[in-house]
């Protein structure tokens, strides 16, 4: 028997708006990302998905998002291990400056690593796995890079372009098997 689990990356924040590094630092919803959380909603209702659990990174942007998304009627268990990858010395700092965007590929050593950010994501999934029953759903609100990741390295969309603000990600898990099964972003006419 199949699980079912909704990946929601966190509304636009401030830090999103001024393009501003915010991995392990917390920048709060501004209201277009407010307004793509509430269309994400929206989205949900219209299509009559239930929610059997819900998780939470424990950063307030994606604490946030799942409260409006269930209309706050919902409890939920925030995870640790859902939080957004560390980019050392460049929180908070302007994006332009990540290394990768001037064509180097040298990770600073304050830097997560990849690997233990996708080791992470995984253990939280079995968490979560483990935390709901056959045929049942969870959502989980998180944040674009550690969510990217995990779709990319557990699925079979190695290619999956990324998370925007307020987009969602259904994923089938059977077993150890875990599916794609579609990626929409209710609040796109917003950008």
């Not at 944040?143 to 998370?163: C, E, K, Q, S, W």
């Amino acid at each position: 028997m199949t699980k079912t689990l909704y990946l929601v990356r966190h509304g636009q924040t401030y830090f999103n708006y001024y393009h501003k590094v915010q991995g392990r630092c917390d920048s709060p919803l501004n209201e277009k990302g407010i307004r793509q959380v509430e269309m994400a909603r929206d989205y949900f209702q219209k299509h009559h998905t239930h929610f059997d659990k819900a998780f939470s990174s424990t950063q307030e942007r994606a604490c946030d998002t799942l409260e409006i998304i269930t209309d706050h009627k919902m409890p939920y268990t925030r995870l640790k291990d859902l939080r957004e990858k560390c980019y050392g010395i460049f929180e908070g700092r302007d994006e332009f400056l990540l290394p990768w965007n001037y064509g180097n590929s040298n990770v600073d050593p304050t830097m997560e690593k990849n690997e233990d950010v996708v080791a992470r994501m995984r253990r939280a999934v079995v968490e979560i796995m483990d935390g709901i029953d056959d045929g049942e759903t969870a959502l989980v609100c998180g944040h674009g890079d550690i969510l990217a990741r995990y779709v990319r390295d557990a699925t079979d969309n190695p290619n999956f372009p990324g998370f925007a603000n307020a987009s969602i990600v259904k994923l089938t898990v059977d077993g150890d098997k875990v599916h794609f099964d579609e990626y929409v972003w209710p609040a796109e006419d917003l950008g």
